[in-house]
């Protein structure tokens, strides 16, 4: 990917998201993670080469702001893809009310972004991403803007999601733990390539104690490493 001012991006990327597998790319600011998300989402089109999204795939994203409609309540926000997308209205409210719910946000469906805490917030974007059941789900850095408490119980919340749903994901992260504990594959990128691939062995849905162990702390250790020596 190279822009038109020049800037090459991205160079000699080889990367497939098989259905319901989570993949995760970590590498430092300015590597090329959002250009790979936006080209993934079809925003940008490769310079070079070539890229295949499955023809009907229905795509969603979650980026570091929840980007909530302030005038808009919880539900209406989530309801808005359902609106967007032209289904019946008891059917859309059915739907955003269960997405509220599998985000443990069933009693904060009547407030509005401003009175929801971050990590609440990013309940709802979650909730508004999933409820369109799409087969690829896009995260650029979900949680960096989150407290490390609020951070592990949503890095919990998502596995139990992608365990019961499965949708295929590119999940960025700065933060190798969050990397190895969602995915089932850890990309490790330095400038505008991808110098590493760590396949992660354990089933879904992983404990949130298995962060404790010490086979998560070698495998982060090793991801770590690469990581350094590709930056
Ligand atoms: N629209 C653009 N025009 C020119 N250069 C860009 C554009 N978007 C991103 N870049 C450059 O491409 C590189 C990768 O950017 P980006 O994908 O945002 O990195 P990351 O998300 O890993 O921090 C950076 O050098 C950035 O400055
Ligand atoms: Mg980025």
Redesign the pocket.
Known sequence: MV???G?R?LTGIDLAVAPGELVTLV??????????LRLAAGLLAPTEGELTVAADATTSFVFQDPTLLEWRTALRNVELVGELRGLPREERRARALAGLDAVGLADATAKHPRQLSGGMRMRVSIARALVSEPELALFDEPFGALDEITRLHLQTLLQDLFAARRFGALF?THSVSEAVYLSDRVLV?GP?TIAAEVPVPWEHPRSPEVRYTAEFAELTGHVSRLLEEAS
Do not use: L, R
Request: glycine fraction near 22%; aromatic fraction near 6%.
């Open positions: 822009f038109e001012d800037t991006a590498g430092p600011s300015g590597c090329g993670k959002t250009t790979i960025i990128m505008g």
